[in-house]
Every structure is written in structure tokens, then in C-alpha cells.
């Protein structure tokens, strides 16, 4: 059922199209920058298409400054990719790494098979990591 306010009207003025991706790939550069620090537009494979809906953040503030791979991921990529995928209508797929990817265009994989979601802590960043963690204790 479609949920009233902004996400209807983009939905409607966005659907998953090759347009729509490429679009919000060069918004979320200026809209994004104070937030995750610079990025880029490239161009990526999505559904057997080149198309430049790749945003290429170069080094990620936020994670840089949580230090925390679980606030990374808790906190930024599975709600983000759950409200533009679910509430807008438009997949996208966040790939973190301290230079993390945002795909639009690109449906994520389920939680339980997402690799981020078994992401160890940065040693040099995280206080609780160990080498016997094998995953961020925040991600289970």
C-alpha cells in the first residue's frame, strides 16, 4: 500500500529507472558531502546495464569519526537502503569500507547474506576489537 506524503510524489516523479538512478547518484554528491565527505559519480553494472549510478565516496566522515563498523552499518547503510528501497521505490545497495559505494539501481542482498553485516571492527579505529571477534560485536 503505497504510504502518503514525499515518498508517494517520488515515487511517482522517480521510478526505477535508468534516469532516475543517474539522477539521485549526482544529488547525493552536494546534498551528502557534510555528512560523508567527497565522493564521485561513476559508472557501475546494474541489471546487465552500464549506467553512472555509483556514488564513490572517497572516505567516509562518518564512519571515520564513529570509529564503529556496527554504527556504520546500524546507523547509516540498512536504514538507508531500506527507506529508498522500501519507501521510495528506488534499490539501493551501500557496499561500506571506509570508502563506501551507494548503487542506485541496485536491489541489496538480504540481511543474513549481506557481507557488511560480518564486518570485523577496525583495529586501529575501534576499541573493542579483538582478533578472536570474528564480526563487530554491535552487528550481532
Given amino acids: 500500500m503505497p504510504r502518503p506524503g514525499a515518498p508517494t510524489q517520488f515515487r511517482r516523479q522517480f521510478p526505477p529507472t535508468?534516469?532516475?538512478?543517474?539522477?539521485?547518484?549526482a544529488l547525493t554528491m552536494p546534498f551528502f558531502r557534510?555528512?560523508?565527505?567527497?565522493s564521485k559519480v561513476v559508472e557501475v553494472e546494474v541489471?546487465?546495464?552500464r549506467q553512472r549510478?555509483?556514488?564513490h565516496i572517497e572516505?567516509?566522515?562518518y564512519l571515520e569519526?564513529?570509529?564503529c563498523v556496527g554504527m556504520c552499518v546500524n546507523m547509516c547503510k540498512v536504514p538507508t537502503q531500506d527507506f529508498f528501497?522500501?519507501?521510495f521505490g528506488l534499490p539501493l545497495t551501500m557496499n561500506p569500507n571506509m570508502s563506501c559505494e551507494m548503487i542506485y539501481g541496485q536491489v541489496p542482498p538480504p540481511l543474513e547474506e549481506d557481507p557488511a553485516l560480518k564486518q570485523a571492527c577496525y583495529p586501529s579505529l575501534c576499541s573493542m576489537s579483538t582478533s578472536s571477534a570474528p564480526?563487530?560485536?554491535?552487528?550481532?
Fill in 18 to 25: 535508468r534516469w532516475a538512478c543517474e539522477f539521485n547518484a
Fill in 34 to 38: 557534510w555528512l560523508v565527505g567527497p
Fill in 47 to 49: 541489471g546487465g546495464l
Fill in 53 to 55: 549510478s555509483e556514488v
Fill in 59 to 61: 572516505k567516509c566522515r
Fill in 65 to 67: 569519526s564513529s570509529g
Fill in 85 to 87: 528501497t522500501n519507501e
Fill in 135 to 140: 564480526a563487530c560485536p554491535k552487528l550481532q
